[in-house]
C-alpha cells in the first residue's frame, strides 16, 4: 500500500516538476519581463503575494484543520473528491508548490505578456525606423504607461544611441506610433534608458491670453509660454534670464514676444523696458504709453538704450563690488530689474557691407548684446530676442551660448532647425500659428502659445498704467536715457536701403 503511494507520489512529483518545467520554458521570457519591470513590484502586491503564500502553509501544515471537508464543499468548482485526494495523496512541499509557486509564475508570466502585447506596436514602430547603434544594437521599448487622459510614457532602453536620432525621426516615430510625439528626453536616473511622451490628442489650435493669464500668472517675473500636451506651461524670467524667440515670418515671434512682454509688465513691479523694433516701433507701439518703456525704432536709438543698459550694468557690478554681493536682488538693493527686448534683432545685427559706418553700427550693437547676454544675469537685466534666423552672421555665437531659452516657432529648412534646436522639430512642426517648440535645457516641448489680440493687449495697458503711471510709481530708480535726447549723428547710422533711396531720388532729380 505503502509502496503504491510511493509511486503516485513520484508520479504527481514528475509531472508538476513537468509543468514548472514547461511553463519555465515557454514562458520563461515573459516571466522573466514581469519580473524585471519595476512597475510590478508595488508595496500592495508584495504584501499580497506575502499574506497569501502565509495563508497557504498554514492551511497545509494545520493538519487538524478539515481541508478535505472544505475543498469538497466546493464542489461546483473542483470534482468532488479531489480535495481529499489532493490531502492525502500530494506531499505538503507540493501543495504548496501548486498553490503558490504555480499562481506565482503564472502571475509574472501573465504580466510580461500583457506588457509584451502593449509594446507590441511600437516596438514594431521603432523596428521600421531601423534605429541602430554601430554595433548593430536596436533600441527596446521595455513598458508604456498612461499617464493623463490622453497621454502614454514610452520607457525605451537605447544603449549607445544618440538621443537626437529620436529627435530628428519624430515625423517618422509619430506615424509609426500613430500618435503625437510630444516630448523625448533621457531618463535622468539612468542615461540608457529615454521616455517618449506620446499623445493621442492634438494641441488646441488657438489658446486665448486672457483665460490664460488670470489661471496661471501669479508669480513675479513670470510670463505664458503656452498649452502643451500635459501642462500650461510658464516661464519665469529669474530662472530663464535671457530668452531668443526664433522662426520664420509668420510663424508667431512678434506675437510670442509681445504677450511675453505683457505677462512680465502684468506679473512684476520694480521693471524697466529698453525695447529696440527697427521695423520703426510697429510691434510693440502698445507699451508706449508706460513710463517704465522706452521703444527705439532707429539704429542710433538701439545703439543708444544698449550703451545705456551696459553703462548701468558696470555700475551694478561696481556697487556689487563694494558692498562685497554677488547679484543684484532689486528689492533690497532698491534698483530695478531690466528687460532688453529686440525684435528682428537680426535687422540689428546684419552688418551692411557697403557702409563702412552702420557696420561700425552694427558690430557695436552685436558687442553690446554680447556683453547683456554674458553679464546681465548677475545685474538683474535680461534679454529677449526675437529672429527669423540664428545663425552666426544674425546672433553671434557668443550671444547664443548664454541663451538656452528658446521660443522656436517653424522654420523653413531642417538646417536651421539644426542650427537654432540642435534637432529637426521646428521644421517638422504643422503650419499652425502659434505653435512652436519650447526649448529649455535638454526639454523641447510643443506648445500653443496664447493669442494677444492688439485690442486686448491696449486694454491690458489701459490696465497697467496706474501701476506704472499713477501716483504710486512703482519703480525703484529713474529711467536710463529719454530718447527724445538722443540725436542721429549726420550720416553714420544711414543704411544700404537708405543710401539706395537716395541715388533713385538723385536720379529722378536730374531727369
Ligand atoms: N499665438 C498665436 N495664435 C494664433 N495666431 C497667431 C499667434 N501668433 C501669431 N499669430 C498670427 O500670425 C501672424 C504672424 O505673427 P507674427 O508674430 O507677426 O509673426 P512673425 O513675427 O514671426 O513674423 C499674426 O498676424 C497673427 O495673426
Ligand atoms: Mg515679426
Known amino acids: 500500500m505503502s509502496?503504491?503511494?510511493?509511486?503516485?507520489?513520484?508520479?504527481?512529483?514528475?509531472?508538476?516538476?513537468?509543468?514548472?518545467?514547461?511553463?519555465?520554458?515557454?514562458?520563461?521570457?515573459?516571466i522573466l519581463k514581469g519580473a524585471r519591470r519595476k512597475a510590478t513590484w508595488t508595496w500592495g502586491r508584495i504584501n499580497a503575494w506575502f499574506f497569501y503564500s502565509m495563508t497557504v502553509t498554514f492551511f497545509v501544515l494545520a493538519h487538524n484543520l478539515n481541508i478535505p471537508f472544505f475543498i469538497d464543499s466546493l464542489s461546483w468548482i473542483f470534482?468532488?473528491?479531489?480535495?481529499?485526494?489532493?490531502?492525502?495523496?500530494?506531499?505538503?512541499?507540493?501543495?504548496?508548490?501548486?498553490?503558490?509557486?504555480?499562481?506565482?509564475?503564472?502571475w509574472l508570466g501573465a504580466i510580461g505578456a500583457a506588457v509584451s502585447l502593449r509594446v507590441r506596436k511600437y516596438q514594431v514602430g521603432l523596428d521600421h525606423l531601423g534605429l541602430r547603434t554601430s554595433s548593430n544594437l536596436k533600441p527596446v521599448v521595455i513598458d508604456s504607461f498612461r499617464v493623463g487622459e490622453h497621454q502614454k510614457r514610452l520607457l525605451v532602453r537605447a544603449i549607445g544611441i544618440d538621443i537626437n536620432d529620436f529627435k530628428n525621426r519624430k515625423g517618422a516615430l509619430e506615424s509609426a506610433f500613430n500618435a503625437i510625439v510630444e516630448d523625448i528626453r533621457v531618463l535622468e536616473n539612468d542615461r540608457q534608458f529615454?521616455?517618449?511622451?506620446?499623445?493621442?490628442?492634438?494641441?488646441?489650435?488657438?489658446?486665448?491670453?486672457?483665460e490664460m493669464v488670470t489661471k496661471h500668472l501669479a508669480a513675479p517675473y513670470t510670463f505664458l509660454v503656452g498649452q502643451s500636451l500635459g501642462e500650461f506651461i510658464v516661464g519665469n524670467l529669474l530662472e530663464l534670464h535671457h530668452m531668443i524667440v526664433a522662426g520664420s515670418t509668420g510663424g508667431g515671434k512678434s506675437f510670442f514676444f509681445k504677450q511675453a512682454l505683457m505677462g512680465i509688465a502684468e506679473s512684476s513691479k520694480h521693471i524697466q523696458f529698453y525695447l529696440i523694433d527697427l521695423k520703426r516701433g510697429v510691434e510693440v507701439k502698445i507699451f508706449e504709453r508706460l513710463d517704465n518703456v522706452r521703444i527705439a525704432k532707429e539704429a542710433h536709438e538701439?545703439?543708444?538704450?544698449?550703451?545705456?543698459?551696459?553703462?548701468?550694468?558696470?555700475?551694478?557690478?561696481?556697487?556689487l563690488e563694494e558692498k562685497g554681493l554677488t547679484e543684484i536682488v532689486p528689492d533690497r538693493d532698491k534698483m530695478d530689474r531690466i528687460v532688453v527686448g529686440i525684435d528682428e534683432a537680426s535687422v540689428l545685427f546684419t552688418i551692411e557691407k557697403s557702409s563702412r559706418s552702420s557696420k561700425a553700427a552694427a558690430q557695436s550693437a552685436r558687442d553690446l548684446t554680447d556683453r547683456i547676454a554674458k553679464l546681465g544675469r548677475a545685474a538683474a537685466i535680461h534679454l529677449i530676442l526675437a529672429t527669423q534666423k540664428v545663425v552666426k552672421e544674425t546672433i553671434d555665437t557668443r550671444v547664443q551660448t548664454n541663451i538656452n531659452a528658446r521660443m522656436v516657432f517653424r522654420v523653413n529648412t531642417v538646417a536651421s532647425s539644426m542650427t537654432v534646436l540642435g534637432n529637426k522639430m521646428a521644421a517638422e512642426l504643422p503650419e499652425i500659428k502659434g505653435r512652436g517648440i519650447w526649448s529649455v535645457g535638454s526639454k523641447d516641448i510643443v506648445v500653443q502659445v496664447p493669442r494677444l489680440s492688439p485690442e486686448e493687449a491696449n486694454d491690458r495697458v489701459d490696465d497697467l498704467l496706474e501701476k506704472f503711471n499713477g501716483t504710486g510709481k512703482c519703480q525703484f530708480g529713474p529711467m536710463l536715457l529719454d530718447l527724445d535726447e538722443v540725436q542721429p549723428k549726420k550720416n553714420i547710422f544711414e543704411t544700404h536701403s537708405d543710401k539706395k533711396v537716395q541715388v533713385v531720388n538723385d536720379k529722378v532729380n536730374a531727369s
Open 3 to 30: 509502496e503504491q503511494k510511493n509511486t503516485q507520489d513520484n508520479d504527481l512529483i514528475t509531472r508538476l516538476a513537468l509543468i514548472v518545467g514547461v511553463m519555465g520554458g515557454l514562458f520563461g521570457g515573459l
Open 79 to 106: 470534482p468532488k473528491g479531489l480535495g481529499e485526494w489532493v490531502y492525502f495523496n500530494v506531499p505538503r512541499g507540493m501543495q504548496f508548490t501548486v498553490l503558490v509557486v504555480i499562481p506565482f509564475l503564472g
Open 194 to 210: 529615454i521616455e517618449i511622451l506620446l499623445s493621442e490628442k492634438s494641441l488646441p489650435t488657438l489658446v486665448g491670453y486672457d
Open 302 to 319: 538701439a545703439i543708444a538704450i544698449l550703451t545705456a543698459v551696459v553703462d548701468e550694468m558696470d555700475k551694478r557690478f561696481k556697487f
